[in-house]
């Protein structure tokens, strides 16, 4: 399992490759159907088979597809879903911290006992 700051450098690489909603298009796409060469998506997507083949790229340096050899020397792409699982991982630990801090927010709020507003009327001016 990776240490904190990998799983956070890792976390990172995957929120920014999902901040594109091309990218995001993409994934789906593999997801749907499985894996498949640029010149496939493309006739999915609309994308340009270039920007699909630079999206690519990144989405394989975030470790999020995969390149495989394919017939006739296509690279053919996967999903990869460690990365993901990472993020994930990333996320929870976060979530616990913050609903740790939110309960204690929570106990001295309710701990408090609550001040009661004064009104004022017109007539007190």
Do not use: C
């Not at 911290?97 to 204690?104: E, G, K, N, P, R």
């Amino acid at each position: 399992m990776p240490t904190r700051p990998d799983i956070e450098a890792v976390a990172e690489e995957v929120f920014t490759a999902l901040a594109d909603p091309s990218r995001r298009g993409i994934l789906a796409a593999l997801a749907a159907s499985g894996p498949a060469t640029a010149t496939d998506l493309a006739t999915r997507l609309p994308i340009t088979r270039q920007a699909i083949g630079k999206h690519l790229a990144l989405l394989a340096e975030a470790g999020l597809v995969a390149a495989e050899p394919g017939e006739r020397r296509r690279v053919r792409y996967r999903l990869r879903s460690a990365p993901m699982q990472v993020a994930q991982q990333f996320l929870a630990a976060l979530a616990r911290d913050w609903d740790h801090q939110l309960d204690a927010l929570q106990d001295h709020l309710n701990a408090v006992e609550p001040a009661q507003p004064t009104l004022r009327t017109d007539k007190e001016s």
